[in-house]
């Protein structure tokens, strides 16, 4: 018997508590979009002050609105598309429960066909290649833009071209407020630490130790020790060999592609900031795009070691599931850079 919940809200309640995970959302995304990094916070008490400001109806709520919508378009998300999605699925909910409580909700519906029509109210989430076809890229610079294709087809931004849909503004206050880069040298600095540690440092002395003394050696303390990488390791590769997304069973000897292509992306972000020149955005692709080739064979290895270190990053299988679905489009979309470019250097 299901328990009635006695804590009916009123409409003012239940708006409240949209605004509350509506923000909540937004934060989240954009945590998933540029991860851990030396430097990376989330401003102090953000979302607690858009919330107050939200409930107090104070003069500078204005600004929390305009904070709020340049984390989500430095997401890579439309503010006015998430507006228009909380409508529809409010509508749609609100719709569902209206039946329930008439009795005309169809009885023979099974909990999967519900779930099924409910996920259906926040549209289609599959992941697209788009491009600009401006011609301004040469063959070998979109080769080097293709190293960053995950996160640009992750961001719904185009894949053959430097420009982004986001205003520099909202690229410089994400930067500096998150990464902490304002200027050349800092750019330079995360550059460095992505390189030489970033997330893959921890993940590929786990996977080192996993080769030399087989995944079935691993104890379960071992397992869901805090202090180590190797649980987060463990459970990341145990789900990817479960869904048969390695050929032949092969597990990456690296994770570092999860973070060159945040390499790349970077070296963007920085150059449309004006934080560093064209030459000088081209060589940080560049050691990216080296880097890779000194680690891996082709864009299908590469693809597979970002699946992984995207899983490893929080320790979470829904986060490698979304790396994959994206590293499968772009291994098999004609309108790929991956399939456009080669992995190698000519």
Known sequence: MTKENSNSQNPGEMAKAAQEAAVKAAMEQAQAMFGNIPGFQMPGGMQEQIMAQMGAGMPDMAAAQAQQEAMLKAAGIDPETVVQAGRQNMAYVNQMMQ????????????????????????????????????GKLDEEQLRLLAFGAPMLVYNDEKVDT?????????????????????????????????????????????????????????????????????????????????????PQGKIPESVIAWDLVRVVNLGRWAYLCGYVNADEMWQIMQVAADTAVEHFSSWEEYGLSFVMGRGVWHGDPDDSETAYEIVSLLLKDDESPWELSNFYEK
Not at 102 to 129: H, K, P, R, V, Y
Not at 167 to 184: C, P
Not at 227 to 235: A, E, F, H, P, S
């Open 162 to 246: 430097i420009d982004s849909d986001a205003d520099v503004e909202t690229i410089k206050y994400t930067l500096e407020d998150w990464w902490n880069v304002t200027d050349r040298d800092s750019t330079l600095g995360i550059v460095r630490w992505l390189l030489e540690d970033g997330h893959h440092a921890e993940a590929d002395e786990a996977l080192a130790e996993i080769r030399t003394r087989g995944f079935e050696n691993i104890s379960q303390e071992e397992r869901f020790d805090e202090d180590r990488k190797m649980g987060d390791v463990c459970l990341i590769m145990e789900n990817m060999l479960e869904n048969g997304w390695y």
């Open 99 to 134: 039946e329930m409580m008439d009795g005309a909700f169809d009885e023979g519906l099974s909990s999967s066909d519900a779930m099924a029509q409910m996920m259906e109210a926040f549209g289609d989430d599959s992941w697209t290649i788009n491009r600009a076809e401006d």
